[in-house]
């Protein structure tokens, strides 16, 4: 069919079929052919070949006074005729009570989508660490990955108390409270510049949703929750060099993102030190390596070596992180603590370590600290000494790991009483 004068545009009517549509020929212009049987039901022809559904009408209560509307429905090819025609009678539907299809489309148009506000968020303060851009990242993907692409005025006050039940349930209350948290704070700007947008953070908040309560965890004593934990992570944790990730918190009580980013140029091995650049407290953290670091160092340079695992600058690799190394481990905790029998979290290994040096070995409050490298903003006489030698905590480091590996390779009381008990029956 040929394309008629564009005077006579408005005029083509037929009925939409495939066959017909497929008949319509593209011109020097876009041109539309009008359905003869529902008004307002047409295709436009676009000089490429293209062909698209639309529905025109006008908005409102003022007749042929009111402003012309047009929305496309749908491409054809990937929407057959009739599918279109349904869609187009559902739009005319919408517009008969009143609703302006066309105006909501520019509207969410205009709106950012989530994703746009995350990046806004992320890039309004230039000076995070990169351990702490990587921490929002995660969580922005693993907690609200499925959200990225709905405009901010589509997710609802009840979309977030249900979001923060999951993840309460699935990760825990901490991670609920801060991926919350997170999307709140990317909601400040955008609120700021849409008028009308509501935060629906603060419409859950303000409709008697609650933030967990923060409460820090206690660990049991020592020597009944590390030989659990170790017999956990040899059952559990399968690939030897994310293994070696948790007996290298076992034994140093280092932060897990302060060990994930360790790279063999900061190992000396003649030395016998490491040092962190990168760490929470801002300061870098040179430590001595003791007997069991050594031998998890040497297994890591050993497989890197070998062609057994990835080679590179990390020494904990990964093959599939955007960063080169290990960034999340997770996953894993609650394999462990079942096999454990008891509930297992990275950070419990560093309450741990503090608590066999302070409690068992009984080291001074300032030389645990710096072993772990924990600021204490509250004590000002310890700000004036001269801080702790790499050889003054040698000593130190080998007693507090030598101590955690006796414990982590005794038998728990409780279990101990139960084989007795097995052995006299």
């Known amino acids: 069919m040929s394309q008629p004068s564009r005077k006579r545009i408005a005029k083509v009517k037929l009925t939409l079929t495939k066959r017909t549509v497929e008949s319509l020929e593209p011109g020097a212009r876009p041109w539309i052919a009008w359905d003869d049987r ?10 490429t070949g293209t062909k698209a559904f639309v529905v025109n009408y006008r908005s409102g209560n003022g007749g042929r006074r009111a402003p012309n509307r047009r929305v496309v429905i749908g491409r054809y090819g990937a929407m057959t005729p009739d599918r279109a025609r349904r869609v187009a009678q559902e739009v005319l539907g919408r517009v008969a009570v009143g609703d302006d299809p066309a ?42 990955g499925d959200w990225m692409s709905r405009p901010l005025d589509t997710i609802t006050r009840r979309d977030v108390e249900g979001r923060f039940h999951v993840l309460t349930e699935r990760h825990g209350w901490a991670i609920a409270n801060h991926a919350t948290s997170l999307l709140r704070s990317a909601y400040r700007r ?64 280092m932060r897990l993102g302060e060990i994930f980013g360790l790279r063999w140029d900061q190992v000396d091995l003649e030395r016998g030190t490491f040092r962190i650049e990168e760490t929470k407290s801002g300061v870098p953290l040179e430590l001595p390596i003791t007997r069991q670091l050594s031998e998890i160092l040497a297994r890591r340079r050993g497989e890197a070596g070998n062609g ?8 904990f690799p990964s093959s599939t992180s955007a960063s080169g190394h290990v960034e999340e481990l997770q996953h894993l905790y609650a394999r462990i603590g079942r096999a454990a029998g008891t509930k297992f979290w990275f ?3 560093r309450n741990a370590f503090i608590t066999v040096a302070e409690r068992e070995l009984m080291l001074p409050r300032s030389l645990t600290k710096r ?16 801080d702790w030698s790499i050889e003054q905590l040698r000593g130190p480091a080998q007693r507090v790991a030598d101590r955690i590996e006796a414990l982590a390779r005794a038998v728990p009381d409780d ?6 008990a097995s052995s006299a029956d």
């Open 308 to 315: 057994t695992g990835p080679a590179g600058p990390w020494v």
């Open 38 to 47: 529902l008004t307002g039901f047409g295709v436009r022809v676009q000089p």
């Open 415 to 420: 279990l101990r009483r139960d084989e007795d």
């Open 190 to 253: 955008p609120c700021v510049d849409h008028e009308g947008l509501r935060n629906p953070v603060d419409l859950w908040l303000d409709g008697g949703g609650r933030y967990h309560r923060s409460v820090r965890r206690r660990i049991s004593a020592p020597a009944e929750i590390l030989p659990r934990w170790r017999t956990g992570i040899e059952s559990e944790v399968i690939v030897p060099a994310t293994r070696d990730i948790f007996w290298f918190g076992f034994y140093t009580g």
């Open 371 to 386: 072993l772990v490298n924990h600021a204490r903003r509250d004590d000002v006489t310890e700000g004036y000494a001269a």
């Open 103 to 144: 105006a909501e489309r520019s509207a969410a148009r205009q709106m950012p989508l989530l994703r746009e506000a995350f990046a806004e968020f992320l890039a309004a303060n230039p000076n995070r660490k990169p351990t702490t851009l990587r921490l929002y990242r995660g969580q922005i993907r693993y907690c609200f």
């Open 347 to 349: 950070h419990g290994l």
